[in-house]
């Protein structure tokens, strides 16, 4: 039996190693995108703060290290570009060489999770946004670009788990730091009354914090809001959420 999966991170491994302990036999190729492979998704944002010092933590395991443990063929920077169900096959690019090339499979997992979602204003090429560790590895070099500049400063798109987690971090290296939120709280899944205890805590350690208004423009080194007014912003971050692949 011949298991392929679509993406190496949480679902894909675990669907891979899982497999794998459930059938000794079993051929399992996974095929990732990124150039990473179960990496931990939970601490980006804190090797962007400084709090996570070294990078190799973050890399849970290799394509090396899940073929011996678990005899899994793991091809990093490569994507499924299509799957011929009829034939039962997938194309397969591999984005270092361009080589193009078919597999086939008895079982197909999908495991391709979601994107980042940038919303379609002006400027929102300029956004950056956090999902695997090429992001992680750009964003903390834009931190450290900002903070050499002369607008120390980061406008959040998004109140909610990673934007928080963003914001934390960037108070951390010394950014001034101003969250905005569509909504009229911030952390959706919270009851007003808790939210706005975090929202206080936020400002506390120096973040601002706006409810009940959207960015609608990212221009260089400043941000629009639907209200009319801007914020100054060295960095813009998209973090409202994600969409699937
Ligand atoms: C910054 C951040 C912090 C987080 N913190 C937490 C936390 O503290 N607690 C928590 O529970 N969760 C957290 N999460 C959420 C958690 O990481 C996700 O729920 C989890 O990664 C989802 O795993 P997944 O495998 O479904 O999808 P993904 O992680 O999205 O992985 C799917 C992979 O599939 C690859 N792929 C897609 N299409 C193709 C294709 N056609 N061919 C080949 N490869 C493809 C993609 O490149 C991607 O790497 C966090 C996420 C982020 C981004």
Not at 26 to 45: D, K, M, Q, T, Y
Request: glycine fraction near 10%.
């Amino acid at each position: 039996m011949r298991t392929l999966i679509v993406g190496g991170v949480a679902g894909g491994m675990s669907a891979a190693t899982r497999l794998r302990r459930m059938d000794e036999t079993a051929e399992i190729i996974v095929f990732e995108r990124s150039g990473h492979v179960s990496f931990a998704n939970c601490g980006l944002p804190y090797y962007v703060g400084g709090v996570i010092t070294h990078r190799e933590a973050l890399l849970l395991e290799t394509p090396e290290s899940i073929n011996t443990r678990f005899q899994a063929d793991v091809r990093v920077n490569t994507e499924v570009t299509a799957i011929d169900r009829a034939a039962k096959t997938v194309s397969v690019r591999d984005l270092a060489t361009g080589r193009e090339y078919t597999e086939s499979y008895d079982n197909l997992i999908l495991a391709p999770g979601a994107a980042p979602f940038v919303p379609p204003i002006p400027g929102a090429e300029r956004a950056l946004t956090l999902r695997n560790v090429a992001d992680t590895d750009a964003m903390a070099a834009k931190v450290d670009d900002v903070l050499a500049g002369s607008e120390k400063s980061a406008v959040i798109m998004g109140g909610g788990f990673i934007g928080l987690e963003l914001a934390e971090n960037f108070v951390e290296r010394g950014l001034k730091v101003t969250v905005v939120e569509l909504a009229n709280q911030i952390m959706a899944p919270l009851d007003v009354e808790m939210a706005i205890r975090v929202q206080w805590e936020l400002e506390s350690r120096g973040v601002d914090v706006i409810t009940g208004v959207s960015v609608t423009e990212i221009g260089e080194g400043t941000v629009t809001l639907s209200d009319g007014g801007t914020l100054p912003a060295g960095m813009v971050i998209a973090a409202i959420g994600v969409r699937p692949e």
